[in-house]
């Protein structure tokens, strides 16, 4: 049966759902972060691409002070009164975007929302679907309420929807990428600064999702965070203007070693790791070094299962499975704790590394023995920012 696209699937449920076409409507992609994780909250760089997998949101107005949403997702429609305080589960993504839009003039105090959502991200994948949703819905109301806002500036709304509003403390990565996302490259994003640099990605990636679902807010994130912050405190005894774990030098990594106890220790050496494999890893992919750029992918993996404690068995099956089967480079991505794990299998036009089916093939063998059941593999698709959709 042929699935219709997305675009066509948020105005066919908006018009359903309000009996009404929607005034406008945008998409934002998903991503998949190549590595440098968890050091975006830490003042790091981050290297992600967009994905072509994307949310669509349709947009039109409503009732004054009510936000309506409706997923294609879980079908219900659901209504929140500005008045009322917070909305809760998924709307909530929307509603802090309304929010925030409104604190930026765009939107008026009152003004009435409706919202419908169809998404070929999946959800708790580690493939960030929040910030599609929050990037494509600030995009779309911004369309609704003819706004404007340049697309670092539509992140920036996003982000505050997401750590201001529901509450997870995540970093920039995903809704920077999710805005400023262009096909065929990865963005070399520095957080602290928020400078970018696109950088060609001729990579050939698949995708490995164990099936695994984490609930980010809920889950060991915010704890981790918590690590971080309490690593820094302690530091700035050695180094008082120190803000951020990543700006420790790599030269003082014995005087991190005696000022920390674990596990601040080990956190914190990931992410002065990190940050340093991230720089190396971009540069190396700039001057098209894939292979030994697969190397850094499965340091990395080793330093979030060792030092951060983020990875999840599933994810370590795949990786070492990977390895087995000769593929340049494989790790988890995205927070971890589940989701999905990357392979890098070769260069995306025939080059040396060994063919994607024994890989496939390995990882498929692994995954069933040691758990009875199949993980979804996907060859990754890369995809642009957000845009405006037709209604
Ligand atoms: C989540 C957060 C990001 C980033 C990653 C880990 O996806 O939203 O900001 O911190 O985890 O690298």
């Known amino acids: 049966m042929l699935v219709k696209p997305a675009r066509a699937r948020?105005?066919?449920?908006?018009?359903?759902?309000?009996?009404?076409?929607?005034?406008?409507?945008?998409?934002a992609p998903g991503r998949v972060n190549l590595i440098g994780e968890h050091t975006d909250y830490n003042g790091g760089p981050v290297l992600p691409i967009a994905l072509a997998q994307r949310t669509v949101v349709a947009a039109g107005p409503g009732?004054?002070?009510v936000l309506e949403a409706v997923s294609e997702r879980d079908g219900r429609l659901w209504r929140h009164l500005y008045k009322e305080g917070r909305a809760t589960d998924w709307p909530a993504y929307v509603a802090g975007v309304v929010a925030e839009?409104?604190?930026?003039?765009?939107?008026?105090?009152?003004?009435?929302?409706?919202?419908?959502?169809?998404?070929?991200?999946?959800?708790?994948?580690?493939?960030?679907?929040?910030?599609?949703?929050?990037?494509?819905?600030?995009?779309?109301?911004?369309?609704?309420?003819r706004g404007r806002l340049a697309p670092r500036q539509i992140a920036g709304v996003a982000y505050r929807a997401e750590h201001n509003y529901v509450g997870v403390r995540c970093g920039v990565m995903d809704q920077t990428i999710a805005a400023l996302g262009k096909p065929g490259?990865?963005?070399?994003?520095?957080?602290?600064?928020?400078?970018?640099?696109?950088?060609?990605?001729?990579?050939?990636?698949?995708?490995?999702?164990?099936?695994?679902?984490?609930?980010?807010?809920?889950?060991?994130?915010?704890?981790?965070?918590?690590?971080?912050?309490?690593?820094?405190?302690?530091?700035?005894?050695?180094?008082?203007?120190?803000?951020?774990?990543?700006?420790?030098?790599?030269?003082?990594?014995?005087?991190?070693?005696?000022?920390?106890?674990?596990?601040?220790?080990?956190?914190?050496?990931?992410?002065?790791?990190?940050t340093a494999r991230t720089r190396f890893a971009a540069q190396l992919l700039a001057r098209g070094r894939l292979q030994r750029f697969g190397e850094l992918l499965y340091e990395s993996h080793e330093s979030c299962r060792r030092l951060y404690e983020c990875s999840a068995p599933e994810l370590d099956t795949v990786v070492a499975a990977a390895k087995r089967a000769g593929a340049w480079g494989a790790r988890m991505t995205g927070a971890g704790w589940g989701g999905a794990a990357l392979v890098l299998t070769g260069k995306g036009d025939g080059g040396k590394g060994k063919g994607d089916a024994k890989v496939v093939s390995t990882i498929r063998r692994a995954f069933l023995k040691a758990y009875g059941r199949e993980p979804g593999i996907t060859v990754v698709r890369t995809g642009g920012g957000a845009r405006a959709e037709r209604v």
């Open 63 to 65: 009732e004054p002070g």
């Open 10 to 27: 948020a105005s066919a449920l908006f018009r359903a759902t309000f009996g009404v076409p929607p005034l406008a409507a945008a998409s």
């Open 101 to 145: 839009l409104q604190t930026a003039g765009v939107l008026a105090w009152d003004a009435g929302v409706r919202v419908a959502v169809a998404s070929d991200v999946p959800v708790g994948a580690g493939l960030s679907s929040s910030a599609a949703l929050t990037v494509a819905a600030t995009r779309a109301l911004l369309g609704m309420a």
């Open 185 to 274: 490259h990865a963005l070399l994003l520095e957080s602290a600064s928020l400078a970018t640099k696109q950088i060609p990605f001729h990579g050939r990636l698949l995708l490995v999702d164990t099936g695994v679902r984490h609930d980010l807010a809920a889950s060991a994130f915010n704890q981790r965070r918590a690590e971080c912050e309490a690593a820094v405190a302690r530091l700035q005894l050695d180094l008082p203007e120190v803000m951020w774990l990543a700006t420790w030098p790599m030269s003082w990594l014995g005087r991190l070693r005696k000022a920390l106890p674990q596990p601040l220790r080990n956190r914190a050496l990931h992410v002065v790791g990190e």
